[in-house]
């Protein structure tokens, strides 16, 4: 799933490139997503995880910080939207937050080279539906303990 999902934000037809590692706490995917970063650093990375959402001082809340990384992430393509934690982000986060998530995703066009890479330490199968729906069953890659 990893070698899929990076070589689609390369070919020009790709359709939404995404990626969730999935492991159960302690499985070592806090050395795995820094390093995954550090090997994609040739591309621009636009952190949307809550403290940076929430950090923006240039925005008046989180959605609008949300609103403005995916824009600037758009603008800047190639590049890889950053999503940590999605299972923490996804219950702490409001309706609207998560609407206007699903809603930027839905919109973006198929063929954009955006990569959109989250992990959370929650397995697969116990991640809440809505977070899993974001993902299709290729993009999301379990790390096994």
Excluded: N
Aim: net charge negative.
């Amino acid at each position: 799933a990893v070698v899929a999902a990076l070589t689609s934000i390369s070919t020009p037809m790709a359709q939404r490139p995404r990626l969730l590692l999935a492991a159960k706490q302690g499985t070592g995917l806090g050395h795995v997503a820094p390093a995954l970063l550090h090997a994609l650093e040739v591309l621009p990375v636009h952190a949307i995880g809550l403290p940076a959402l929430l950090a923006d001082p240039g925005a008046r809340s989180a959605e609008e910080a949300l609103v403005g990384a995916v824009s600037e992430a758009c603008r800047a393509a190639p590049a890889l939207l950053y999503l940590p934690h999605v299972d923490l982000w996804w219950a702490a986060a409001s309706l609207a937050l998560r609407t206007v998530l699903r809603t930027l995703l839905q919109d973006l066009p198929a063929d954009l080279p955006l990569l959109l890479f989250a992990t959370t330490e929650v397995p697969e199968e116990e991640l809440d539906e809505e977070v899993l729906a974001l993902f299709s069953p290729r993009d999301v890659l379990g790390i096994p303990a």
